[in-house]
């Protein structure tokens, strides 16, 4: 079974431009969650969905970053305009709906950096 | 609010030494608890888990108690290999609800 595929790995951009990534979650699961990772700390949620539905945003800085997930399946997180301070990895994860407290499982990571 | 703290990093061991990583937690309610390892250039995945108080969590050779007395989740392994090098992330979910990591504690194993 295929995992949560991430794209791209990488991306240098430089500030004030906009950037985007995104996400496929394993199929069947219908809750999705961004996750920001700075450097030697661990990750932070940005944004959680459960099918279509945005349940937690709270942490997302909602004037420069965006998220959608259309059809509840695929989903693309945006950054416009880009910061130094954005550099960091960015973590998709999902879980099946309705599972409680198990686990989530995670992708590679897209590692952004700001110059 | 819920978190996670973690003992500091970096870890250095010996090849077959015995390892600890420090693990414990503040939360309402009954959370399930988590240990992830993130591998050099790979992404998080899922050690082992447990989701109630005395619970055993078991993996590879890791293990992991559940103590809700002292809200405690400390990683063991009797005996640790190169291989076990790696960032380690205790994690905590209540209620289906997003989950919390700690900082992370970098393992290193030298042969």
């Known amino acids: 079974e295929a995992g949560v595929v991430q794209s791209p790995r990488y991306k240098i951009i430089e500030k004030k431009q906009p950037v985007a990534f995104w996400c496929n979650p394993i199929?069947?699961?219908?809750?999705l969650y961004w996750y920001r990772q700075n450097l030697g700390q661990g990750p932070e949620l940005l944004i959680r969905?459960?099918?279509?539905?945005?349940?937690?945003d709270s942490q997302l800085p909602k004037d420069r970053f965006s998220a959608e997930r259309l059809k509840g399946v695929d989903s693309t997180l945006k950054i416009q305009p880009a910061e130094l301070g954005d550099s960091a990895v960015y973590l998709c994860?999902?879980?099946?709906?309705?599972?409680?407290?198990?686990?989530?499982?995670f992708g590679q990571g897209t590692r952004l950096t700001v110059v | 609010g819920d978190s996670v703290t973690q003992m500091e990093g970096p870890v250095t061991l010996s090849e077959e030494a015995f390892l600890t990583i420090n693990c414990t937690y503040t939360?309402?309610?009954?959370?399930?608890l988590f240990w992830y390892v993130q591998y050099p250039g790979e992404g998080l995945q899922l050690l082992l888990k447990?989701?109630?108080?005395?619970d055993k969590g078991s993996n590879k050779g890791f293990e992991a108690t559940y103590r809700k007395e002292t809200t405690s989740f400390h990683l063991e392994k009797g005996s640790v290999q190169v291989s076990d090098s790696a960032v380690y992330f205790c994690?905590?979910?209540?209620?289906?609800?997003?989950?919390?990591f700690g900082a992370g504690t970098i393992l290193r194993v030298k042969s």
């Open positions: 994860a999902s879980s099946p709906q309705g599972a409680g407290n198990t686990e989530a499982f």
């Open positions: 199929s069947g699961h219908n809750t």
């Open positions: 969905y459960e099918n279509e539905e945005a349940v937690d």
């Open positions: 939360a309402t309610g009954y959370p399930s």
């Open positions: 447990a989701t109630k108080a005395d």
């Open positions: 994690a905590l979910r209540r209620d289906g609800n997003k989950l919390v």
